[in-house]
Each structure stands twice: as structure tokens, then as C-alpha cells.
């Protein structure tokens, strides 16, 4: 069965302390891996694609990697406004028609 | 380029009644797809439609159902509604078919929630 696993569940960081958030996988067939950031009562907002292993793509303080089990997303001297549930979700070559969710790390960025 | 709009934002209804949720995609993409969002959860895939035909579902009850117009808004549809149907009811919107890089992209969601 096709599955997302995220991790850690919540993750709490000084503003300037790098670290990094989790997404293990198992599909049959990855099409495509895709990042998310969601705010409080908001839908999920498009960050990244990566669709084959060993590459990666940035934007702002955040840098989202892939490889054939994992993906990490690496946030670099983040500030509180990075504060929000980052999302993992992949989407199988056999069916690109939807995409399967992780349960979503919750980040908070003190000052 | 407007990005995928949900109408109402917010709705409170009671055990029994039916509702139904609006979805306008982005300007020429043709398939949207409908999310459940519930904390326990997370996101869950109801269904998926394109030119007006779904092409997938999830593992939801017949109480869900969908369709899409040929202008590619959609409309999701709940009957007799439980209290466990209180959730964010996403949207999301792609090219659709054929497309190598089929990003989807999600609307704000319709809050409901089941009195």
C-alpha cells in the first residue's frame, strides 16, 4: 500500500536555528514528490516537485531534497513567519490522478 | 492568473442535512480534485474529475458525491450529514491529463462543520 510518513510530528526552532523535516515514502512508482506549506485555516500552498532522486530545489531559506525512500526539506536560519504545517505528498506513475498525504510537520519559529 | 476559489468559506449545518460545496479552478485547467482535511486524518482524497467525468475516488461513502460543469467549476455534494463529516474541504486544481508536470493547486477550503 502506497504510503507518506513525516517526521517529526512538531518541531520547535530558534529563529536562526537550521534544521530539517522528514518524508519517508513507499510507492509503486514515484511520479512525483511534492512539498506543501499550510497556515492555520488555510489550504495548502505549492512549494517544490521533485520527481527523481538526487534532485534538489530551493527557494527562499528552504531546500527540499529527494532520494528513493526520503525526501528532507532543509530550512536554513528560519524566521517566524517559516511557522506553519509543511506537507509531504506523492503521486504514483499509476495513478498521477491524486496525491497521498503525509500527516504533516508542525513547525514553530520562536524570535 | 487567479488562483482556485471556494465558495462558501464557512458552513454550519446540522446532522441529517445535505450541503454543497463550490469549486472554480484556475483558468484553463481542466481536472479538480476534492480533499477531506481533518486533524486526526490529515488530507484525504475523496475524488478527481476531468472534462466532466470523475476518474477516480477514494474511500469515501455514496453520501459523497461530485460533478463538474463543462466551464471545469466543480461541485461537491454531501448528504445526510454526520458529525464526523466536520472537516476542511479542499479543492485543488491541475492541467489535467497528458501533462508531464501535473502540480496540483489548492484552493482556501470550505470550513464545515456538522452541528
Known amino acids: 500500500e502506497d504510503q507518506v510518513t513525516q517526521s517529526p510530528e512538531a518541531l520547535r526552532l530558534q529563529e536562526g536555528e537550521s534544521s530539517s523535516l522528514n518524508c519517508s515514502y513507499t510507492v509503486s512508482g514515484l511520479r512525483g514528490l511534492f512539498w506543501y506549506r499550510q497556515d492555520p485555516g488555510k489550504g495548502p500552498e505549492f512549494l517544490f516537485t521533485l520527481y527523481s532522486a538526487g534532485e534538489e530545489k530551493e527557494k527562499e531559506r528552504l531546500k527540499a531534497t529527494l532520494t528513493k525512500k526520503e525526501s528532507f526539506l532543509h530550512i536554513t536560519a528560519p524566521k517566524p513567519e517559516d511557522s506553519a504545517t509543511y506537507l509531504c505528498?506523492?503521486?504514483?506513475?499509476?495513478?498521477?490522478?491524486?496525491?497521498?498525504f503525509g500527516t504533516g510537520t508542525r513547525l514553530q519559529v520562536f524570535p | 492568473k487567479a488562483g482556485v476559489t471556494q465558495t462558501p468559506r464557512y458552513l454550519i449545518k446540522t446532522r441529517g442535512q445535505q450541503v454543497t460545496l463550490s469549486c472554480s479552478p484556475i483558468s484553463g485547467h481542466r481536472s479538480v480534485s476534492w480533499y477531506q482535511q481533518t486533524p486526526g486524518q490529515g488530507l484525504q482524497f475523496l475524488f478527481e474529475?476531468?472534462?466532466?467525468?470523475?476518474?477516480n475516488k477514494g474511500n469515501f461513502p455514496g453520501r459523497f458525491s461530485g460533478r463538474q460543469f463543462s466551464n471545469s467549476r466543480s461541485e461537491m455534494n454531501v448528504s445526510t450529514l454526520e458529525l464526523g463529516d466536520s472537516a476542511l474541504y479542499l479543492c485543488?486544481?491541475?492541467?489535467?491529463?497528458?501533462?508531464?508536470?501535473?502540480?496540483?493547486?489548492f484552493g482556501p477550503g470550505t470550513r464545515l462543520t456538522v452541528l
Open positions: 505528498a506523492v503521486q504514483a506513475r499509476y495513478n498521477t490522478d491524486k496525491l497521498i
Open positions: 474529475y476531468f472534462s466532466e467525468t470523475q476518474r
Open positions: 485543488a486544481s491541475s492541467s489535467g491529463l497528458g501533462v508531464i508536470h501535473n502540480e496540483q493547486f
